[in-house]
């Protein structure tokens, strides 16, 4: 089993930067990819951001340029670090863990609210 256990949300203005992280704990060894996924009232949850545990990156068109996930693997903690946020950036940010093995991934964490006013 694995545990993901986000913090760093809040409220912040338009053009405001804000860091998001991860904390992994528990089986970890069994963690390939982590990335982060957010949700937004009404709309369905998206990738935002994912990075293999070799530090290959992938990232939504809407934040490329703004958002930068990072890994610590001797943390055991990943990042979001976001830049000029936008009011459209306003959702529940999750922290998500894939095993190895799997194709999607399968732990995951409580969320944390980032809100973005205009």
């Known amino acids: 089993q694995v545990q993901l256990v986000e913090s760093g949300g809040g409220l912040v203005q338009a053009g405001g930067s804000l860091r998001l992280s991860c904390a992994a704990s528990?089986?970890?060894?069994?963690?390939?990819?982590m990335g982060w996924y957010r949700q937004a009232p009404g709309k369905q949850r998206e990738l935002v951001a994912g990075i293999t545990s070799g530090g290959s990156t992938n990232y939504a068109e809407s934040v490329k340029g703004r958002f930068t996930i990072s890994r610590d693997n001797a943390k055991n903690t990943v990042y979001l670090q976001m830049n000029n946020l936008k009011p459209e950036d306003t959702a529940v940010y999750y922290c998500a863990a894939k095993e190895y093995y799997y194709l999607d991934y399968n732990y995951w964490g409580q969320g944390t609210q980032v809100t973005v006013s205009s």
């Open positions: 528990g089986s970890i060894f069994s963690i390939n990819d």
